[in-house]
């Protein structure tokens, strides 16, 4: 009958012989397994019609300051949080859109009749630094005929787009009729839709945005 090897020594050697089951499995298999524990991408939604034909002279992170006009809306809004490869690591050096209506429901756009307060800018870019994290200063996005409140989301890498994407209001009525929201499963649903807090400097929402790169 074999010894009894003390608990920790038998700890190791089972540790040891995963070790090697893990390095002997054949690539793909490992690689699947990587793959199981991959951060879900951020899910991707229409660009719709109103991105900028020409995106402004002013596109810095405040939207409510369009050149030396200042908007003033009912409700300020801070708009942030972080842009992630799948596997968590921030992508620094990336570029964050955003563009939105304004309180009216109007977009500086042709389309819309170019109808938008001339003080809001609209439209907003920020470059992500080492934490891969962003900060906007706009509105709380406001609804239209027949969409929900929502901000419009591109994020780029070196010229190219990775994801195009909407952020939503946590609780706006208007999220059950809308049928883009409606199209979303609910992980996603929960991706794109956050609690917008009141403070004392407006609101605050945070989004956790997962790229593939």
């Not at 979303?184 to 609101?203: H, W, Y």
Request: charged share 20%; aromatic share 8%; hydrophobic share 40%.
């Amino acid at each position: 009958m074999p010894p009894i090897l003390p608990a920790t020594r038998r700890a190791l050697l089972l540790q040891g012989a995963g070790v090697v089951i893990a390095s002997s499995l054949p690539l793909g298999w490992r690689d699947a397994r990587a793959q199981a524990v991959a951060l879900r991408p951020t899910p991707s939604q229409t660009e719709g019609p109103f991105y900028p034909v020409a995106l402004p002279a002013d596109r810095d992170a405040d939207l409510l300051r369009n050149g030396r006009a200042v908007y003033t809306p009912r409700q300020v809004a801070w708009v942030g949080g972080t842009v992630t490869d799948t596997q968590g690591r921030p992508l620094a050096g990336g570029v964050v859109e955003i563009w939105q209506c304004d309180e009216a429901g109007h977009y500086h756009h042709p389309g819309d009749g170019d109808r938008a307060d001339a003080a809001f800018q609209g439209f907003g870019q920020v470059t992500l630094a080492r934490d891969g994290r962003f900060r906007f200063r706009t509105l709380r996005p406001a609804p239209y005929t027949g969409r929900t409140p929502h901000i419009h989301v591109k994020v780029k890498l070196g010229g190219r787009e990775l994801l195009t994407t909407q952020f939503y209001v946590q609780g706006d009525p208007g999220n059950a009729r809308d049928a883009l929201w409606r199209r979303l499963d609910a992980e996603a649903q929960a991706a794109l839709t956050r609690p917008f807090v009141p403070g004392p400097d407006g609101f605050s929402a945070d989004y956790a945005v997962v790229v593939r790169t």
